[in-house]
């Protein structure tokens, strides 16, 4: 028989050179046509983020602004990983220019609801809790757990912050001078890493984390089993994770929290929200800014980082990370919107490799102006965003809404779809009855339930005299 064929070498596989240096070897094409050698490459992953930061100008300087870390396998969850390490080259003394912020990290443990075991939530954690502490930072673990004790306050947003109250204001300019004018008068001796000197670290290297009780692990599983869909509970997952982030920085003092999110996973979110109903809010749901809050601004500044892009400097430069199993469901053929989404874009970027920041560029162009909210009547009661639902025809929002008949002195949970907007309405009805729902949030339904029938009841009175 004839020999087999070799197949011929493409034209372009011998070694690239460096696109920046033009002296090193390749390591890896970022883009078609943009090769960049392992130096370069590093200088230009710490550079973007700080030219992110640059661009924007909200992080003031001294701000402590902490860093959610996750080692979930969320899409874009690589980047929770590699957050750490741009501020803290930034932050070095040999670095060119120095970061001005004090930076902290936050790691949610959310194994309960990955449905691993105590003995591997407790080595999860002990590999996390190593891993912060070789970064320096003052870091934070809390479980998810602890989201059954928040106070219904996380649900009304805070007075926000003068200083911050635009990007382009001149207070922004006088926090850099005069910042820079007192390094001048120490000494230009610069900040140092400011997990040494932290409040925020546990006591003691003996300090090893606790799992929460299993009455409290229990009650959190129930109301994740109580969601009727996998949607359903990855939105539950997300809310509850962001009020545990925010309340973290509201008890230690941080302005801003910087989230993860790269572009990868904004195009996937962005495209998922939209299925969800969440159009009018995709500017604050996927934005380099979150102000919802108030005093707590949401700060996304690795969103210009493609997954890949993260994933080669995780391999380069041997960024450690550790690895959990995703939400747990027992539906395989049939997954959440989110998976659905993030397998389609994925799948299309395989074949057309524009599609992902084709993506992400149209969610550029939207406005926050319609997710902004002027009292607590026009607010979500779950997402802070304004209702949408003003206006809306009745056939349009009647898949919103809950037809039942509670006994007597039984809470109606169909007395809640009026404080929500169109997209937590169709999350809300999946996730099962009221007692599985988190405390803080029937205790703040109720409030604004009593709030609305007393208004209501001033009203009528004022009318019938009238």
């Known amino acids: 028989p004839d020999p087999p064929r070799r197949r011929r070498a493409p034209v372009d596989s011998h070694p690239r050179t460096c696109m920046k240096c033009g002296q090193g070897t390749a390591a890896l094409v970022i883009r078609v046509g943009d090769p960049f050698c392992r130096g370069c490459f590093r200088e230009y992953f710490v550079h973007k983020f700080r030219a992110m930061l640059g661009k924007n100008r909200v992080i003031f300087p001294g701000e402590k602004v902490p860093g959610w870390g996750d080692a979930g396998g969320a899409p874009g969850g690589g980047a929770r990983a590699a957050l750490a390490l741009p501020p803290l080259q930034g932050l070095s003394r040999e670095a060119a220019k120095r970061l001005r912020f004090v930076p902290g990290l936050v790691y949610v443990e959310e194994g309960a609801v990955c449905r691993q075991s105590p003995e591997q939530r407790q080595q999860t954690l002990a590999q996390m809790e190593t891993l912060l502490q070789a970064t320096g930072f003052p870091y934070h673990l809390i479980h998810l757990e602890e989201a059954l004790e928040l106070p219904p306050s996380i649900l009304q947003p805070g007075p926000e912050r003068t200083s911050t109250s635009s990007p382009s204001s001149p ?23 400011p997990g040494h000197s932290s409040q925020d670290r546990p006591a003691g290297p003996s300090a090893t984390p606790r799992l929460p009780d299993a009455a409290r692990t229990q009650e959190l599983l129930r ?65 380099f800014t979150d102000q919802r809050h108030g005093d707590v601004m949401v700060v996304r500044p690795m969103r210009d980082y493609t997954a890949k ?28 919107i989110h998976q659905l989404v993030e397998r389609f874009l994925l799948g299309l970027q395989e074949e057309f490799p524009s599609t992902i920041s084709t993506v992400y560029r149209t969610g550029e162009k939207l406005s926050p102006e319609p997710a902004k909210a002027s ?11 304004r209702l949408d639902t003003d206006g809306e025809e009745e056939l349009a929002l009647e898949p919103t809404l809950i037809f039942e008949e509670p006994a007597a002195g039984v809470e109606s949970k169909a007395a809640y779809i009026p404080l929500l907007c169109y997209s937590c309405r ?11 729902l988190p405390p803080y949030v029937r205790a703040e339904g109720q409030r604004r339930i009593r709030r609305a029938e007393m208004e209501q009841h001033q009203e009528n009175q004022e009318s019938s005299n009238s």
């Open 223 to 287: 109301g994740f089993e109580a969601a009727g869909t996998a949607t359903a509970r990855e939105e539950l997952l997300e809310m509850l994770r962001t009020h545990l982030i925010v309340q973290t920085a509201r008890d230690r003092g941080y302005a801003k929290v910087m989230m993860g999110d790269s572009l990868t996973r904004v195009a996937v979110k962005l495209l998922t929200n939209l299925s969800l109903g969440r159009g009018a809010f995709l500017a604050v749901d996927t934005g």
């Open 426 to 436: 169709l999350t809300f009805k999946e996730l099962g009855p009221l007692d599985t």
């Open 171 to 193: 207070s922004y300019k006088e926090a850099v001078d005069s910042f820079i004018q007192q390094q001048r008068q120490d000494g230009d001796s610069g900040p140092s890493l």
């Open 375 to 385: 009292s607590e009547s026009e607010r979500c009661l779950l997402c802070l965003c």
């Open 309 to 336: 892009e993260i994933a080669f400097y995780n391999r380069f430069f041997s960024v450690p990370t550790v690895t959990v199993p995703p939400l747990f469901t027992k539906r395989r053929e049939k997954p959440s």
